[in-house]
């Protein structure tokens, strides 16, 4: 019998590193990664040794000493005598309970103006394209600027409010006051609250935890009844009328609730020369708020035009030919195909309005970049850590928006078999 014998193993020398396809794109990688270690290294180095020369040393105890300076516009407790820490988590809030109110708000002017857009009606798309190509083509601080002047001059003052007739009213029958000073809206309150949480940092409101739990159990609730609804309408051809078990499951519980609670509102009331009571938001954060919505959704409002362009226009012939009426053949065939074009843009917009927060300096909104990257800085001249530290926030906040929204696009997108 003839045997063929083993094929010697190739030795590895020194020279397959470079020479040898299998093992050269691993140096290069590897050859770059020190070379980058090694510049970082150095840039770190840099800055301790200045540092150094400069009798400074790179630590944050600066957080831990008292800020001195107050915050006009605050979710949780803070006075002068609190920390650099606190001021920084003050205007953290600050700066996330403007990007939520934004994003929310420039969603829906972004999609109205991007379906508006493809009207048939002549006025109407017109008047969509003007403002899209005027809010998108200035910047952002101009019209941060412009709303600033508009809230801060054009508004009347809280005593144009008073006398039997009064110069100025209350909307929304006398529930809301718009002043030079900012917005007076009603405020929630409890008679029977079940208290607070201290976490340390900050109270958390029982009463919100459980109106949220609710709310949740509402909601899995409902989508229970349309999946055991579409369950029998597979099984039978008939499907069950929901209409009303859904409006229980959704606003029963939470009215008995609120009941429990005693849930009423507080409203604006005008003692001496200014309003008292409710919740008041100041000009700085509204200036910030429509200018951050109004110009965003001007961006998003084309990323919603490119969706619904591409998607085929049999889909349209197709529901209109089942007799489909428009505006059903928008929310239910159109749009939720053309989510899966716009959700992927629309993630770079969102982190556009987180990071254009930091332009709220301009109109005297304490956010973030106002706080630890502005008075906390140049009170204890911790330029590179205060920097940093901001840096790294925001990276951190990007990271969380851009993991939440890659979710909801993996659930929207097609699934290949």
């Not at 510049?39 to 800020?67: E, H, P, Q, S, T």
């Not at 379906?115 to 899209?132: E, K, P, Q």
């Not at 209350?170 to 309150?189: C, H, K, Q, W």
Request: proline share 4%; net charge positive.
């Amino acid at each position: 019998m003839t045997t063929i014998p083993d094929t010697p193993k190739p030795v590895f020398r020194p020279s397959m590193l470079i020479y040898d396809t299998r093992y050269r794109s691993l140096t290069i990688q590897v050859v770059v990664l020190f070379l980058v270690m090694a510049g970082a290294a150095w840039l770190i180095d840099n800055a301790i040794n200045n540092l150094r020369a400069l009798g400074k040393d790179f630590n944050y105890g600066f957080l831990g000493v008292r800020a001195g300076y107050d915050i006009n516009q605050r979710l949780i407790a803070y006075d002068s005598n609190s920390t650099h820490g606190r001021a920084m988590l003050v205007g953290l809030l600050n700066t996330l309970l403007l990007a939520v109110m934004s994003c929310a708000l420039a969603t829906v002017i972004g999609v109205i103006a991007g379906v508006l857009r493809l009207s048939g009606n002549w006025v109407v798309a017109r008047l969509m394209t003007v403002y899209v190509e005027a809010f998108r083509n200035i910047p952002t601080l101009l019209w941060i600027l412009v709303f600033g002047a508009i809230m801060s001059e054009s508004m009347p003052a809280p005593s144009a409010f008073r006398g039997d007739d009064p110069a100025a009213s209350m909307i929304l029958f006398d529930s809301i006051a718009i002043t030079n000073r900012g917005v007076y809206a009603p405020e929630p309150l409890f008679d029977r609250s079940l208290g607070n949480i201290d976490l340390g940092l900050f109270l958390v409101s029982i009463d919100l935890i459980a109106i949220v739990a609710v709310i949740v159990a509402g909601l899995l609730g409902h989508r229970w009844l349309i999946r055991n609804a579409d369950a029998i309408q597979n099984a039978t051809g008939k499907r069950p009328v929901t209409w009303w078990k859904s409006l229980l499951v959704l606003f029963l519980p939470l009215i008995v609730l609120l009941w429990a609670l005693g849930f009423h509102f507080g409203y604006p009331e005008l003692a001496g020369f200014n309003f008292v009571g409710g919740i008041h938001m100041r000009n700085s954060l509204i200036a910030m708020w429509l200018a951050l919505s109004i110009y965003t959704g001007a961006f998003i409002a084309e990323i919603v035009r490119a969706g619904i362009m591409a998607v085929s226009r049999g889909q349209t012939e197709a529901a209109y030919a089942l007799g489909l009426r428009p505006n059903i053949t928008m929310n239910k065939v159109i749009l939720p195909q053309a989510l899966r074009v716009i959700i992927p843009p629309m993630i770079s917009q969102y982190l556009n309005i987180t990071k254009n927060t930091s332009l709220a300096l301009a109109v005297g909104y304490m956010d973030l970049r106002s706080t630890l990257g502005g008075i906390t800085l140049n009170q204890t001249g911790r330029e590179l850590e205060a920097m940093l530290l901001m840096m790294l926030i925001y990276l951190i906040i990007s990271l969380l928006i851009s993991a939440a929204m890659n979710v909801y696009n993996s659930r929207v997108r097609l699934k290949e078999r």
